[in-house]
């Protein structure tokens, strides 16, 4: 219980910290590639982001260009495998670009932990947006302020794990 509060009081801190303008200029350039360096030299078994919240590495395809592209995310795993994963692209105004490949390829993979899944995204109806957002902020405090200060709506995405070539 106090190692949970503990967590808490900790990402809540953090949280803050990284919505700043002055973490976003010089956190953002820096710590995606360094992220993904670290993952490749562990084998991907090593991620900076979960010494606070657990994330994970998704492998999807350029929607325009038809490249593969990865992108290291906060997650929000769920208890029927699945992952919970918003686009707040740090508050910006634009949406991530992860967000508009995963409308055109829904189909990725994520690395977790060392290990691949094979997931088809699914966008959170709007309907349920409400209870996601109360999800998220539970793990990571005031996360929805990112859509406030981008002054759009973040897109949010469910990942759900299956077989490639099989109707999900």
């Known amino acids: 219980m106090i190692v949970q509060r503990l967590r808490l009081i900790v990402r809540a801190f953090f949280s803050r910290a990284m919505r700043t303008a002055p973490a976003r200029r010089l956190v953002l350039p820096v710590f995606p590639p360094a992220q993904l360096w670290l993952l490749r030299v562990s084998g991907g078994r090593f991620n900076i982001t979960d010494l606070l919240v657990p994330s994970l590495v998704l492998h999807h395809t350029g929607a325009r260009s038809g490249r593969p592209r990865e992108t290291p995310l906060i997650c929000w795993p769920q208890s029927d495998g699945s992952y919970l994963v918003a686009g707040s692209n740090w508050g910006k105004p634009e ?15 994520v690395l977790v932990r060392g290990q691949t ?8 109806a709007a309907a349920e947006r409400e209870s996601v957002w109360q999800l998220l902020e539970a793990q990571w405090p005031h996360y929805r302020e990112y859509e406030r200060t981008a002054g759009r709506q973040v897109r949010l995405f469910r990942l759900v794990p299956h077989q490639p070539g099989r109707a999900s």
């Open 117 to 124: 899944v094979a997931v088809r995204a699914e966008s959170i």
């Open 95 to 109: 949406h991530p670009a992860w967000t508009a490949n995963l409308r055109t390829h829904p189909d990725a993979k």
